[in-house]
């Protein structure tokens, strides 16, 4: 169960954001900023070698006393975070993956309703539904 | 990475320990030679201080052969200050053991001298333990003429001073309590010696040190005491010291100390094999903290192995101004020897391992609650070498690292760990997390365990970290910009704009807030831009916040931040002047060609192309240099609460203008407008960038291309100011019309209606006052309608000459104009005989494009309404009236506008001018109407009878003067018919057409047309109402006329004579003969044309008239012609004469009338082309020949 997903666009900015306690998001938004530096640094160094073979999932990007940062990278630059907690030793690599998998086909579909514009915040009442349902793992 | 044993391990906290960390420190530092440099007394400027400090720390590498001749490279580092707690660690790391001190000491007199000495040895006692020498600075009373060339010497006092080079060695011998080798320098001078003086004492250093490590390592290993980290004393209480275990660890420990020395002595290959051998000794009894610092010492030889320009590339950045005497140059060599070092030296490690390394090390220190400093700095250490080596992930995990090491520290090492934090997470480029760390800082500063809460410090800091949240501090870029992490943004920037507060800074205070709402407007939910927007208002109150750039104490600019955005523009239009107050050329060539001009091509692109660059372009109207220029805003205050907005201006650019400062106080909400004015002073282009405000106690300047509204505006507008014109106040003598105008020209200015009876006319005085600054030196007067410009001309005339008499008109002064209006109308009912074919230009066609003129009045209003699609088309109604044509004329309103053109002084000489117009309705009542009309021969014949049937159309009694001597009275709305002897149409008006009579079929027209006017001329019917006594005319244009008509009204071509019985007949003469005589009857027809006549047929013929309305043509029982009553004369030369003869005899008596007629040929041609008409050309002796026969 992640505590926060976040999604970024290509220029860093974020484009989505909703953690489980509303009360923490400042603190999450300075988490998940901070780990953009990581991704950006996991995606320099990909760079260098073949980009277009690069594995979306970026795998731990670093833990903190409470929380575990994940990371994944779609091949437009939309970074994904989820934010777990340290404590939750119930999830596994694997489960994270998929929750990014999931993650990335709801903004895949949010993608391509016409009334998004791409680049825009997202809104949706319904993304945020279904992020929230992959977050608990309700899905 | 952290162990979760080291609160098990770890022994309370009482225990000596290393409480002051030290996070500058390199991997390097583990071989220098720690040096001490103080600056001692009040004297000494901490500024040279600085200079000398920075002097001294250039030689951070030393060179020294040692005697076994081989070159040892010996690293020092200087530092300010040095807990003399750290000195405790000094067997843990030798590295840490203050070995050298360097004061530096200024006086003036023996007794500061003494002072400064005392001080010196007060140090050197402190630090006992583990100095090996020292040296004292000393810096006399400058004096003046020993370096004259010198700058100004800081002190002015003079006394005895010391020459630089006179230092007394005291050393060891000296009986004085001050037992230090003493440097005497002037603080002017440039203390040329210093370095060698320097070299000299880091040699003694280096000499002391290599003894201790000979000392040490002829020591036996087996019987080495151990050697202890400060808070391990207590552990080793009761333990078996000779166990084998301990055994080792003590071995262990004394390798890895040798490891240390040699390290710090220069002998890196030594040190390695020290430190491997001392990992795998420690290692075996579990002797972690020590493994640990063995291992960090094996990285840290192999870093110097590796890298050996490590630090020192660092050291360069920091003293960017090296001198000459500086180690630089000779430490530029050592990299291709490091490589070489790096192939031969054994057990140095790789890169890789080197991190590996470290990171064990960390993990053996971090089971230890005491070694918290030495993984602290063992962390920033691993991280440098990461940074080195480029691993950017690595050194972040290595300062992750940092962050979970709990050490009980004050504030303000707080705050330097996470400052140092910051600038390596900016060097390996993570941003975000430096400024993460940069904004921990700044709160630190000001946190509440604080003692001494800096909030400049904080304000500095948090200014540092706004670049790692893409936060620039011009709103301008930020806007443009737009990304970042706005929640994080907004508290950010409230952050700073509390620490400028709290500094005392209330004008960056206020910069920050409105930067803050200024950029984060959007992304601030309704109730915080509400709060915020009030606690701008509360700071501005303090100090008021305006559009110019702050500058730091720092230097940093601080860029002006201007509210665009509150209140919100809408729209930002510039006005034209009002219709007549428009400046427009004189030089008006073209003209308006209509109402179609449109291209379905777009040139230039797509349309949407095309209306941004129509935003962008120069307005494409004028305004008038010190006349009131208006721009119309419309604003919405965004804010929930009402907003007054004072001082609003518009700021220009390009010609000097004059704003009016306005005030508005804006509802939240509701768009409101507001007209913002003022005067250009000077002609030229005007540019119009946008507006000032002061809302919320913020001046801001407003410019269009910073604004982020609904409507995009183009950066700026242009508007051309033309010169000063004159202005004229108009007014007319008759009343003003009470609908105004079909004419969408809003130019007009005043109106005058009047209603006249056609053929009436009146005169109507224009007044022109001009009320403007210049005189007037230019005037034009002309006449706009959509009537025809003939016909305009016949209702509309003026005096040109007393126009241009009026001029120049001064300013106050008045002129006037006399304009005479005429009701032309069209007096005829359509003629039976007029067909379409006639053009209506020569039949009534003038009137044909007059407004309106059906009663009834249904029509006029769609005519009207046509008008107005085409205002500027004078002729194109000709066509659309033609239906009205046949109708009755009626009352009408014809609508003209005067335009008046008018400049002076400079508008001339730019070739402007202003232009009003004054509306005139003139409303046309029907007078009196020719319902019918018909032309008769007269008794003579040249002459002939107009007969006219006329209706007076008025309900008023009407005088009908139709010929010089003769009147009639007609009753209203009755009708009478009046004959009017008129000339005939001489030949002379006629002559030219019968020259190309032949072969122009047009002719008939032509001779229409001229016959028509003959009659106007002649018919003067003048009209008398005399019930309102007005007197008008009704001349009888475009009377048209049939053929037979015109034959009647044009003298014929051919001069007839004709006698009978040889007596010429003249006209109105009876001729009577008996029955049963023979009359000889002849003619001789004369052609009087230029022209030859061809086939013409000259008939006579007899009829007798019932006087009832019939002829009788069947004649041959009551006489009988001799001879033939036709002759064919195949040519008629002009001036010729042609002869015919015949005689008659009537068989009864009676009343017989002889008609004579001569036909021309061509009326075939004419017949065939259109049978309706005429059977061409007859001409008739007239009158007819009346014979009685008795």
New interface residues.
Partial sequence: MAVCVGIIGK????KF?TCLNPAE??NF??KV??A???V???LN?GSKGATDLRELYLGML??L?THKIYGYVTNTKIKFIIVVDSTNMALRDNEIRSMFRKIHSEYADIVCNPFYIPGEPICSKSFTGSIKNIMTGTV | MRSSVSYILSSSTSEPNMSHPDYEQYSHDHAALLVLVRHIGNQLKPKIFMKFYDRISKINSVKITDSTGIVRNILIRYVKEHPVENNDWGDFQTHRRLLGLVSLGKYDSQQELNEICRVHESFKVKYNSTLFDSRCILFGPTKESESPADDSPSSGSSGDSENNTDYVIEKFTTPSNFKTRALFYDVSSPCVDLESQLNEFINSLFWVLESKRLERSREKLERVSLLLAPFEKKDFVGLDMESRNNKKRCTGRMTKHLGDLCLQAGLLCESLAYYSQAAEILKSVNDWLWLGAAYEGLSAASALVLYPEMQRNISLHRNASLQEGSPRKSSQTPPATGIVIKKVVANALAPEEMSRRYREAIIHYSKYQNAGIVETEASFKAARIAVEQNH??QA??FL?NVV?INLTLSEQEKIQRFETLADL?TQ??????AA?CLRLAATRYVSPQNPAPNWARCYGLMLQSLSG??LTLDPVEMREA???????QI?LIQELVVAARRTGHSALATRHMTFLLQTMWQHLSSTEQKELAMQLQSLSAQCEGSPVPLVLDSGLVMPPANLTDIPVCASFALKDLQPHLRPRRIECVKQETGPFLFTPIHFGGGSLDRRSKKANAKMDFLWVKNEVCEVQLKLTNPLPFELKVSNMRLLTAGVVFESVPETIVLPPDIPTSLTLSGWARENGELELSGYSTHALGVKSNCRLRHMRSPATFPPHYKVEVVPSLPLLEVSTSLPRSATFSNFHDDSTVTSASTALYHGESTQCTVTLKNVGQVPIEFFEVEMNSVLDPALQEQIFSWDKEEVENLLPIAPGHEGSLVLRLHSSANFLAPNVAVSPTIPQDVSSGLFSSMSASIPGGSLPSRINSSFRSSNSGQSSLAGGLAALFHQHPGTSVVEGQLKLRYSGADGIAADYCRSCSVFFMLEMLPSLHVTNWDVLPAEVNSQFYLVLDIANLTNQEMELQYTPSKTMLIEGQESCRVPIPVDRCPLSKLCDLYHELDDNTKNDVDINKICSGHITQLVDLRWHLLGTGSRGVAPLNGITLTSRMLDIVRMSPLDWEVSLNGDMVRTQEEVSCEAGDCLELKMSIVNSLEKTLRQLTLSVQFYQDYENGSLNYRMDTRLAVAGSTKKILSVLEPHSKANHECNVIFFTPGQYKMDIQCCAPDSQSVARVNPLLSTGHTWRFTPTILIQVN
Avoid at chain 1, 11 to 14: A, E, G, I, T, Y
Avoid at chain 2, 482 to 488: K, N, V
């Fill in positions: 220029d860093n900015s974020p954001f998001e400042l938004q300075y900023l901070s953009l530096d990581v950006e640094e996991k160094c670093y833990t006393e | 950017a992930l972040a995990s992750q979970y997470y390996i480029g993570f941003v975000r997390k993460f949240h893409h737009d990304q970042g992490w706005p929640a994080l508290q």
